[in-house]
């Protein structure tokens, strides 16, 4: 009888700022409720990037594995699972839910207390495969019509834009709405808001971005490298936009976010924000807030359950994540690019890891 092999290449970091490299690892297990999948795709994103630099706190283990991006084929089922079976194509949020809380069970597994984010709560999908919990919780199967490379794109970044947008936005047609970052959250939401028949202003710092938004959607562009953008958004909308979306996080984004809206405005913050130092202290006008009647709205992740309906849309072409791929990659090549995303060798769009 032939050896199981028991082991798979990985891209791993040992210290935080050192050098990833690809090497074999023991293959994980399936653990009670929860499965194995085979990542056939993996996405590549700056959350990835803050994590090897060690500026999240949920990374506790060293060696470690990141990635929480991922599409695969469930290779291994663990006890009590109940839905899924080897070899189905499925897709996971980077946020897992515990499955049993109150906000769970209503739907917003996205905020669970408990939650597991692979690549961060434990070994992610830069990888042969990976171990995920509460897998008939988390775990979407995948249209055909959705490829794995594009399923990979979806995790962090589309996702995350579709529910800022739907959801928590509710951007309907006619509004106007002003993205800050065209980064790949950025670009997405530009994507979603057109698609549900906004206006669209596009904000970023790269002309190949902005280039980008508008192929997708932006009616208009703001190039935030020259000038003040909210005087330029202003130029467009003299009254201000109706929703401001923070897709980049920094200080300077959410403050033109807010400062781009009029009276009675949304303003989303979808871009993760550095931690509060002195000197650099992400702040909102509360005296412009209260005065305008503004809502200031956080948005993180989107839960299992509200896949089928951007899944839906992919699959009908009403939207084409697709778009933003850039060439995928071998695992070989990742460390590489992970390095390359905060200097100018960053590559635009979604780049996707092919384990």
């Not at 690809?22 to 009670?32: D, F, I, S, Y």
């Not at 283990?61 to 663990?78: D, K, M, Q």
């Not at 995920?132 to 794995?148: G, H, I, Q, R, S």
């Not at 997708?216 to 401001?244: M, W």
């Amino acid at each position: 009888m032939a050896a199981v092999d028991t082991m798979m290449r990985a891209m791993v970091f040992e210290a935080f700022g050192e050098a990833p490299r690809v090497v074999e690892v023991p293959r994980p297990r399936a653990p009670e409720g929860g499965v194995v999948v085979r990542v056939e795709a993996t996405g590549l994103c700056r959350s990835d990037w803050h994590a090897w630099q060690g500026h999240d706190p949920d990374i506790t283990t060293l060696p470690h594995v990141p990635g929480h991006e991922l599409a695969g084929t469930v290779h291994e089922i663990g006890p009590g699972v109940k839905t899924l079976h080897v070899g189905q194509r499925v897709v996971a949020p980077f946020v897992l839910g515990c499955g049993a809380c109150r906000l769970c069970r209503a739907g917003q597994a996205q905020v669970c207390p408990q939650q597991w984010q692979p690549g961060f709560s434990g070994p992610g999908s830069f990888a042969g495969y990976v171990a995920l919990p509460a897998a008939d919780f988390n775990l979407v199967p995948l249209p055909d019509e959705v490829t794995m490379e594009v399923a990979a794109g979806l995790g962090c970044r589309f996702a995350t834009a579709y529910r800022g947008v739907v959801d928590v936005a509710k951007v309907q047609e006619g509004d106007t709405v002003a993205v800050l970052g065209c980064g790949g959250v950025g670009l997405a939401a530009v994507m979603i808001a057109a698609s549900r028949g906004a206006q669209v202003v596009a904000v970023d710092v790269a002309a190949g971005a902005l280039e980008l938004a508008r192929s997708v959607g932006a009616a208009a562009t703001v190039d935030a490298s020259v000038g003040d953008p909210v005087a330029a958004i202003r130029e467009l909308h003299p009254d201000g936009v109706d929703v401001s979306i923070d897709a980049l996080g920094s200080v300077a984004t959410a403050d033109a976010g807010v400062r781009s809206l009029r009276a009675q405005g949304r303003h989303v913050q979808i871009g993760l924000l550095p931690a509060a130092v002195v000197g650099d202290r992400a702040t909102v006008p509360m005296h412009v807030v209260i005065g305008q009647e503004l809502q200031v709205l956080g948005s993180h992740g989107m839960a299992a359950a509200d896949y089928p309906r951007m899944l839906s849309d992919i699959a009908a072409g009403r939207l084409d994540p697709g778009r933003f791929l850039a060439r995928p990659i071998p695992l070989e090549e990742a460390p590489a690019a992970l390095a390359a995303m905060d200097g100018p060798g960053a590559v635009p769009g979604v780049t996707i890891i092919r384990p």
